[in-house]
């Protein structure tokens, strides 16, 4: 049955729904359910794109842990996190859908969480970054964004790679950006190509296509306003659904401790390391 139809079966038979089921913690939601409701991203390569990625894999060994059916909820992202916290984590979004049982890809971030007192955030799983990769024949020295000058470099126009190339230097580099890829796997497959010298975006989208390919060199964007670190990405649930976060915290640290998590990330080409 289609979800739609399953929320208008409950609706038409409201004594359905016992008192200890709607006592019952998300956590034991989830069991009695079979299923475990996963959020993820549309359109972010290399974690999920076509019912396919990294995070996709992830949901399903998540599920699998807590010995129930992986049921992938995908969702374009909104404008702002806030508003997807508020659509895939505690309310559900207005169209019908959501929220899910956990949030995927959700930053780790203690100002996001501040602002957001109705989820939980936590179980770290991947270090993002700002990247550039460039071709060692073309660009053999690379000690600043000034190894650019003069070279076509490309960027997804819509990305923090993009917001921070256009404004480096007083807009100095501006005029060669090639902004028309729709998100960083693209850009890299046009230097791939062997069309531009560089090409700027995430770590994850850069590694996913140019990894293991020994003409290329990736590295951090040498950008000031670049976050030096990088940022953190882990999970989402509800704040009351502390079983729930416990149980998937501790999934997490056994795909960690027995190597498959590194094989999930490996097999998206990306390089992991723990948290």
């Known amino acids: 049955m289609q979800r739609r139809g399953i929320l208008r079966a409950l609706s038409a038979a409201p004594l359905a729904l016992t008192l200890p089921e709607l006592q019952a913690t998300p956590l034991a939601k989830v069991k009695a359910r079979g299923s475990l409701v996963v959020g993820l991203y549309k359109d972010m390569p290399p974690f999920h794109a076509d019912g396919q990625g990294i995070d996709v894999e992830f949901g399903r060994a998540l599920a699998q842990a807590l010995g129930v059916r992986f049921s992938p909820l995908p969702f374009p992202a909104d404008e702002d996190m806030n508003d997807d916290l508020r659509n895939m984590v505690w309310k559900g979004h207005y169209l019908g859908y959501g929220p899910a049982d956990v949030l995927l890809h959700v930053p780790v971030d203690r100002p996001l969480m501040e602002a957001n007192p109705q989820v ?10 700002v990247a550039i990769a460039r071709s060692l024949e073309q660009l053999p020295v690379f000690d600043s964004l000034g190894a650019l000058r003069g070279k076509p ?14 404004g480096a230097e007083g807009g100095a580099y501006r005029e060669q950006l090639r902004t028309q890829w729709r998100d960083g796997t693209e850009a890299a497959r046009a230097l791939q190509r062997g069309e531009v010298p560089a090409a700027a975006g ?3 989208e850069l590694q996913a296509v140019l990894r293991g390919d020994a003409r290329f060199a990736i590295e951090p964007l040498p950008a000031p306003r670049a976050p030096r670190d990088g940022w ?28 498959r998590l590194a094989e999930i990330f490996g097999r998206g080409n990306l390089a992991w390391k723990p948290v």
């Open 153 to 166: 470099v490309a960027v997804p126009g819509q990305s923090l790679a993009g917001w921070l190339l256009i």
């Open 232 to 259: 953190a990405v882990g999970m989402a649930v509800k704040r009351d659904a502390v079983e729930l976060a416990q149980a998937l915290q501790g999934a997490v640290n056994e795909l960690a401790a027995s190597g």
């Open 120 to 129: 939980s955030v936590f179980a770290p799983y991947w270090r993002e970054r």
């Open 202 to 204: 995430l770590l994850s």
